[in-house]
């Protein structure tokens, strides 16, 4: 629960969203501060650091399902990094 209220409220209804769509989904990043970005390889303007982004993981069908709702909202980044979604509003 406190990584989804890390997010800015848009972002969060947006996750709970997916979450609520694909129950198996583990919201596994959210809103990171300027070092925890950098030692994930977070690029230097993320969207993570707004708490604009969110990462999900789960079974790839999810993921990738995850991905086509976060279009159809919409989302400014839709990506299947292959061991997460990362989504971004």
């Keep these: 629960m406190a990584l989804l209220s890390s997010l800015s409220p848009h972002t969060r209804r947006h996750v709970q969203t997916i979450m609520l769509a694909y129950p198996r989904l583990r919201l596994t990043s959210a809103r990171r501060g300027r070092l925890r970005n950098r030692a994930v390889g ?5 969207l993570h650091l707004s708490g604009r982004a969110a990462d999900l993981s789960g079974t790839t069908a999810d993921q ?14 839709a990506l299947d990094e ?3 979604a990362h989504v971004a509003w």
């Design 42 to 46: 977070g690029a230097a303007n993320s």
């Design 82 to 84: 292959g061991d997460h």
């Design 64 to 77: 990738q399902a995850a991905v086509r709702l976060a279009v159809r909202l919409h989302a400014v980044e």
